[in-house]
């Protein structure tokens, strides 16, 4: 790696979303109501660096993936979309795992609001795990960035699962009470487990004995698939 091609970037916000783990964040960002919380660094906090951003509905956040950097990156990556056997191109993907870990997602701007003393830019509709580490944040131009002609294989091969979500009558004092703190979380919980975040290769099932586990904001949520429908089993504070 010569010096001439070798950059340095910085952060310049980290995002506080619902999403404790990988493990049930939507594939995509606007799958899901979860929102952002975007704290910027000491040298990024400078109002004049937002000063217009209530005027577009969404924006683009560019980041680094993490929780998964370490790992590094293969040419080819298995798509969990074709059911996670076959694979494609890390370039004709949007794995986590690629030459500099870069992700990006178009998210809507929930604006500026001041919590704890600092102004802080709220998004909705996050695929990002927790404390995820921002490098760049760009309003969605949207004659620029929609393209109406565009096509995705992928989607027309392998739609995103849509399930129906019950929850047994044991968690819904739960719910109620959970619901008080965060406003969205009957929508969240509903949001990502009708995707059906179990494994590709289980997705087909209609039918799976094995308990699951989401973890949203502080809260783990055990689900199973019954008769094609998502039932929710036990929400337990962390
Ligand atoms: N929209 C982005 C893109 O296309 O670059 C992200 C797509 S990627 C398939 C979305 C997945 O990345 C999430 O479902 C989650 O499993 C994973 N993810 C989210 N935040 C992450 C992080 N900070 N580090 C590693 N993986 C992360």
């Not at 001439?4 to 990988?22: C, H, L, R």
């Not at 049930?24 to 660094?41: C, D, H, M, W, Y």
């Not at 956040?61 to 996670?84: C, E, M, N, Y």
């Not at 109406?148 to 294989?153: I, L, M, R």
Request: proline share 5%; hydrophobic share 35%; with cysteine.
């Amino acid at each position: 790696m010569t010096a001439e091609n070798t950059f340095t970037i910085q952060k310049i916000a980290t995002i506080s979303t619902p999403f404790n783990q990988k493990f049930g964040i939507p594939r995509q960002p606007n799958l899901s109501v979860a929102k952002g919380i975007i704290t910027f660094e000491d040298t990024f906090d400078d109002a004049n660096m937002l000063k217009g951003i209530d005027s577009y509905s969404h924006l683009w956040l560019l980041f680094i993936f993490h929780q998964t950097i370490d790992r590094g990156w293969k040419s080819t990556v298995k798509a969990p979309r074709l059911g996670g056997n076959s694979t494609m191109g890390v370039f004709a993907s949007r794995s986590t795992h690629r030459p500099n870990a870069t992700g990006m997602s178009v998210v809507k701007n929930r604006g500026l609001h001041l919590i704890n003393g600092k102004k802080k830019l709220m998004v909705e509709g996050v695929d990002l795990v927790n404390g995820t580490p921002l490098v760049d944040i760009k309003p969605y131009l949207h004659y620029a960035d929609s393209v109406d002609s565009a096509t995705d294989s992928l989607n027309q091969l392998r739609p995103i699962p849509q399930r129906e979500v019950v929850f047994e009558n044991n968690v819904k004092p739960q719910l109620t009470e959970v619901s008080r703190r965060h406003s969205d979380f009957t929508q969240l919980v509903c949001d990502v487990l009708a995707q059906d975040p179990r494994p590709a290769y289980k997705q087909p099932l209609d039918n799976d004995d094995k308990t699951y586990k989401v973890s949203l904001y502080n809260f783990d949520i055990s689900f199973i698939v019954k008769g094609g429908i998502v039932v929710v089993t036990q929400i337990v504070a962390l």
